[in-house]
Structures are given as C-alpha cells and as structure tokens.
C-alpha cells in the first residue's frame, strides 16, 4: 500500500495509471483489482493510509492549546510534510485535486470534502478556545480556518515546484506574522527566519 501512495503522490491521480500502480506494486492487475478494487478504490484506501501518516499534521494541529498554536502548528507541520526528504514533495490530496478529468467527478467530489471537513474541524477548533486563548472578539473563524487550509494548498504547490524547505517555513512565518491574537495585535515570528 505505501508504493501505491507514493505513486500517487508523485502523479497525482489522473498522472496514476494502473500500469504504474502494479509495477511500484510488484503485483498483476488481477491480482490488484481483487486485493483492492478498482483504481478509485484503491486511491481512496491511499488517502486513508496518507492521512493517517504523512498527512496526519491536522490532527497535531487540533491538539494545540490555543488558536495561535493550532495556526503555527498547521502551517508548519504541513511544510514538514509536503518539503519531506524522503517522499514526494507537494500534498497527494492537492495534487490529485488540480487535474480531474470529467469521468473521475466522484474522485473530485471526494476530495472536495475532504477539503471542506478540514476546513469545519479547524473552524470548530478555533471557535473552541476561551476568551484567554483563543482570537480577537469578532473574528471569523471560518474565514481564518479557510485561510490556513488555503496557505497549505499554496506550500504544497510551492514544495512540488522545487521551493526549498526552509522557504517554505519563511511563508509560514509571515502567515502567522499577520494572524490575530487575542489581544487585537497580530501574532508575533515564528520560530524560524531567514531565506
């Protein structure tokens, strides 16, 4: 299974023949479709397994103890996983997203709403904090979570285009440069500067 979410990884999903999937497999087609189904079934097993490990970050960030944290902790852990020096860079999920074509809708559809829970979870975390931990009166959280999975989107373009890592964490350095924090001031740098 993770030679097939590499593969995916690298290619994206329309990139993905099966072709590819049985040779980095070393199985037959046969023998894949019985394990697994077909090509979107065994995609959709990939991006379990994808978020479960590499893409787990959202769950790291959910952990969090205030908003500023679960913000800083999104950004940075996703850098860390779409730059990482052992898998392809860039995010499987984005990468399968950019191109659909109109036979695979149910693919597009699929990964849409993975998109938008991401988008609740990190919203409904951010609504959880207390006036102590959590953002100015009046901020929108939906908006800021949409934001966040946005910024992660554009690493992820960033890293599969050849951005360098430590780049990388820079943009999500002055990302959170600019968050709110409780105080109506905006949050201060990161822990990481430079390139």
């Known amino acids: 299974m993770n030679a097939a979410m590499l593969t995916f990884w690298a290619r994206g999903y329309e990139g993905t023949a099966m072709s590819d999937l049985t040779t980095a497999m070393g199985m037959s087609a046969p023998t894949v479709y ?3 189904g077909d090509k979107e079934a065994l995609f959709r097993q990939v991006v379990e397994r994808y978020m479960a490990g590499p893409g787990s970050y959202m769950q790291a960030a959910l ?3 205030t908003a500023d944290a679960v913000a800083r902790t999104f950004l940075h852990s996703a850098v860390e996983a779409v730059a990482g020096d052992h898998t392809p860079h860039g ?5 399968s997203a950019l191109a659909v074509h109109p036979r695979s809708t149910s693919v597009q559809e699929y990964l849409t709403g993975l998109r938008e ?3 609740r979870c990190l919203a409904d975390r951010l609504d959880s904090f207390s006036d102590a931990d959590g953002l100015p009166p009046g901020s929108n959280t939906g908006a800021l979570a949409r934001l966040l ?3 992660v989107q554009g690493l992820a373009v ?3 285009s050849g951005a360098p890592r430590e780049a990388l964490h820079s943009v ?7 968050w709110p924090n409780r105080g109506g001031r905006l949050a201060g740098r990161g822990r990481r500067r430079g390139v």
């Open 63 to 65: 952990a969090q103890p």
């Open 149 to 151: 999975v946005t910024l």
């Open 34 to 36: 019985a394990a697994f």
């Open 91 to 95: 995010c499987l999920i984005v990468h």
């Open 117 to 119: 829970d991401g988008v």
């Open 158 to 160: 960033q890293a599969a």
């Open 172 to 178: 999500a350095d002055q990302a959170m440069a600019c």
